[in-house]
């Protein structure tokens, strides 16, 4: 039981402590929101030509883009409403294309969000322009690194439809694995950008966790223990609402209360979520440069950890 309390502990301190730096530096809530936008926008304004090829209505048919759009490939609607739905070859370069394009805006995102997380734990302010503008100079590692990374996950998703039970028993490990391996690769690729090779980016980051500690990522995993107490939070909520709604013979104080649970959890998801990329960049400088940085000390650095000896 206390081993239990001491995780949760522990948990609530990084998750608050983490918190702390956003509090700091309000910009870091909305960044995301801006750069979402950006990549929808961006992605929305090279995807529009393609849906009009790979998916145009039966009122092309027979006009001037038929045979433009049939060298891609379209949506055919026959005669009883029936869709056929053909994509030739050029039409599925231009898939994988749109794909590592996402990737692309994607991992640029990140980077520029990474980028403006660690400035704010060197105690420096926060600037959406500032964090666009450093991942837009690092574009040739992050287009590399992209590359890599769809790859990858063209890989993971071929053997999930192509083997079935077994495939997709193979994707999840080979999955975790790159998930545990790369964990660290978008801080590397905004503090080190000299290195452009997609393999050595990998690399550094495996050898940063392998190391550096012999427990692997305990404590940024173990700040999910969050999730346990909102979620005892929401059951004494909902009995209590239930329990109201009884003793009132209402049951629409359930259907009011849902309202405010959602946004709570909502809100807690987004925040939880930037929170742990706070103290995950804050984890990468206390592996690689072992400084402590920020709010945190130095126990909530080495205590999930037990260094490797040689």
């Given amino acids: 039981m206390n081993s239990i309390t001491d995780k949760l502990t522990r948990s609530w301190r990084l998750f ?6 956003i509090r700091t530096h309000p910009k870091l809530l909305v960044f995301p929101i801006v750069t979402g936008l950006l990549t929808l926008l961006i992605a929305l304004f090279f995807l ?3 849906a009009l090829l790979l998916l145009a209505p039966h009122w092309i048919h027979g006009g001037p883009f038929q045979g433009i ?3 891609f490939g379209f ?3 026959r005669q009883g409403g029936n869709f056929n739905f053909q994509v030739q070859p050029l039409g599925t370069a231009m898939l994988a294309g749109m794909y590592l394009l996402n990737m692309f805006l994607a991992t640029l995102s990140s980077v520029a969000f990474n980028s ?3 400035e704010a734990l060197s105690g420096r302010p926060v600037s959406i322009q500032h964090g666009l503008e450093a991942a837009l100079r690092r574009w040739k590692p992050v287009l590399f690194w992209s590359l890599l990374a769809g790859t990858v996950g063209l890989l993971i998703r071929a ?6 039970i077994l495939g997709r028993l193979v994707a999840g490990m080979i999955g975790l694995a790159w998930s545990v391996a790369s964990i660290f690769a978008i801080p590397i ?3 080190e950008p000299s290195l452009s090779n997609p393999f050595e980016v990998l690399s550094k980051s495996a050898h940063t966790i392998k190391a550096t500690w012999g427990e692997m990522l305990a404590g940024y995993l173990g700040m999910q223990g969050t999730n346990l107490l909102v979620l005892w939070g929401s059951i004494v ?3 209590g609402c239930g329990a109201l709604a009884f003793a009132t013979s209402n049951a629409w104080i359930l259907l009011v209360a849902l309202g405010p649970w959602l946004l709570c959890l909502i809100a807690y998801s987004y925040l939880s979520n930037i929170a742990s990329r706070v103290y995950l960049c804050a984890l990468y400088l206390y592996a690689s440069e072992g400084t402590v940085p920020g709010p945190f000390d130095a126990s909530m650095m080495a205590s999930p950890f037990k260094p490797r000896k040689a």
């Fill in 16 to 21: 608050r402590t983490s918190v702390t730096v």
């Fill in 189 to 191: 690729l905004v503090r």
């Fill in 48 to 50: 529009a030509p393609v």
């Fill in 159 to 164: 053997l999930e439809e192509r083997f079935a």
């Fill in 116 to 118: 403006e997380i660690l």
């Fill in 237 to 239: 909520y909902w009995l």
């Fill in 69 to 71: 759009a049939d060298r």
């Fill in 75 to 77: 949506l055919r609607i």
